[in-house]
C-alpha cells in the first residue's frame, strides 16, 4: 500500500510513522489492486488525532480517531477502517462502480475579507474540483458513509446521468435531491 504522511504542526517520532505504516499495511489484502491511504497526524484538546483516508479503485475509506495516545489513534483507525468493511463487504463488491469517482484536484483556499459596509463576506474556505460519476442511489449512500459525509453529490444512473445529491436526514433517514433540467 502507498502511504502518504502529513502533520498539523506537530512532530511525530519515527517509531509512530513505523507503526502506522505497520498497521496500515495490515489492511492492504482487503482490497483490490494497490490502495493509496493519506494518514495525518494532530492534535486536538490535548489528544492525539489520527485521520486516515484510503483510496482504493473508486472507494474511499475515511476515519477520525481521538485518544490520549498517537499509538492508540492509529490502531484505533485501522479498527474503524476495518469495522467499515466488514458492515459493507457484502455491498462493495457488486454495488459500488469501478469508475466511479475520480480523485479530488486543485484545492484552493480563499481568505475571507470584509465588504465595504463592515459586513462578513461569504467564506468559501475549500474549493474542490471533482469528477461525478455515475452510479445508483444506495451506491452514493454507502459511499457518503464510507467517507462521514453528511451529503454526497453523484449522477444518478437511475435519472439518465442527471446531476443528484443524498443527505442524511435529522432523523436518520436520507434524502435525494435530483436536477430536473
Do not use: W
Amino acid at each position: 500500500m502507498k502511504i502518504q504522511f502529513a502533520t498539523k504542526q506537530m512532530t511525530v517520532p519515527e517509531r509512530v510513522y513505523s507503526h502506522a505504516e505497520h498497521r496500515i499495511n495490515e489492511l492492504d489484502p482487503f482490497f483490490r489492486g494497490t490502495p493509496e491511504a493519506a494518514v495525518v497526524f494532530g492534535a486536538e484538546d490535548g489528544k492525539a488525532v489520527v485521520e486516515l483516508t484510503i483510496f482504493a479503485g473508486s472507494t474511499i475509506f475515511r476515519v477520525v480517531e481521538k485518544t490520549s495516545d498517537m499509538m492508540v489513534s492509529i490502531d484505533a483507525a485501522v479498527s474503524s477502517v476495518r469495522r467499515q468493511l466488514r458492515e459493507n463487504y457484502a455491498r462493495l463488491p457488486k454495488e459500488v462502480n469501478a469508475d466511479a469517482f475520480e480523485k479530488e484536484t486543485d484545492e484552493v483556499t480563499f481568505i475571507p475579507e470584509l465588504n465595504r459596509f463592515d459586513a462578513p463576506a461569504y467564506q468559501v474556505v475549500r474549493l474542490k474540483n471533482f469528477s461525478f460519476g455515475n452510479m445508483t442511489v444506495q451506491e452514493a449512500i454507502l459511499q457518503m458513509n464510507l467517507i462521514g459525509h453528511a451529503f454526497f453529490a453523484f449522477r444518478n444512473e437511475e435519472k439518465d446521468g442527471a446531476f443528484s445529491v443524498v443527505y442524511r436526514r435529522n432523523d436518520g433517514g436520507y434524502g435525494v435531491l435530483v436536477d430536473i433540467d
